[in-house]
T-cell receptor
Framework: GQNIDQPTEMTATEGAIVQINCTYQ??????LFWYQQHAGEAPTFLSY????GLEEKGRFSSFLSRSKGYSYLLLKELQMKDSASYLC????????????FGPGTRLSVLP | ETGVTQSPTHLIKTRGQQVTLRCSSQ?????VSWYQQALGQGPQFIFQ???????GRGNFPPRFSGLQFPNYSSELNVNALELDDSALYLC????????????FGSGTRLTVV
């Protein structure tokens, strides 16, 4: 089966750094994706990891450890506009089965 | 390049009715997937179409069906609507490249009363 866990909610202060964790158990692995979703809007693609290690993209970085079934999304220099839900998604061993999404982490950035 | 567009944006239906939701995929994308997202939850995979054939399905009953057309646009049909079908329905398209993230449409908010 497929199972993805994320914290439900997190709060951080503007200008700070926050790390959102994701653990997964899937029958196969062909990549882990992070998406950002503002309330009432479509998810937007943030990052993709398929090999172990850190991928950096401006203020956002994503880390993957395949042996531990673990990833995190790191957001630096938080801005108010970063308040959103962050979705972790795993593509399993069957491309036809598409992504399995986690429940999402709702991040609130406070002034 | 245009993104993924979905129609309608909002819809209210009565229990037992049928609904058709539409999606135009991003130019150059031949794969379309549909997701159901309940309030406060992550998207749940319904099914995926690749070159007009269904090539993957999530844990949804047969009254959820779909089509993909030669221009790669797609439809999601839901028969015998139930109250629990009230959700945001998202369409996502992608090219064949595995590393490409999916591009999502803004969704159709379906309310079943």
């Amino acid at each position: 089966g497929q199972n993805i866990d994320q914290p439900t909610e997190m709060t951080a202060t503007e200008g700070a750094i926050v790390q959102i964790n994701c653990t997964y158990q899937t029958s196969g692995f062909n990549g882990l994706f992070w998406y950002q979703q503002h309330a009432g809007e479509a998810p937007t693609f943030l990052s993709y990891n398929v090999l172990d290690g850190l991928e950096e993209k401006g203020r956002f970085s994503s880390f993957l450890s395949r042996s531990k079934g673990y990833s995190y999304l790191l957001l630096k220099e938080l801005q108010m506009k970063d308040s959103a839900s962050y979705l972790c998604a795993v593509r399993g061993d069957n491309y036809g089965q598409n992504f399995v999404f986690g429940p999402g982490t709702r991040l609130s950035v406070l002034p | 390049e245009t993104g993924v567009t979905q129609s309608p944006t909002h819809l209210i239906k009565t229990r037992g009715q049928q609904v058709t939701l539409r999606c135009s995929s991003q130019s150059g994308h031949n794969t379309v997937s549909w997701y159901q997202q309940a309030l406060g939850q992550g998207p749940q995979f319904i099914f995926q179409y690749y070159r007009e054939e269904e090539n993957g399905r999530g844990n949804f009953p047969p009254r959820f069906s779909g089509l993909q057309f030669p221009n790669y646009s797609s439809e999601l049909n839901v028969n015998a609507l139930e109250l629990d079908d009230s959700a945001l329905y998202l369409c996502a398209s992608s090219p064949e490249t595995v590393s490409a993230g999916y591009t999502f449409g803004s969704g159709t908010r379906l309310t079943v009363v």
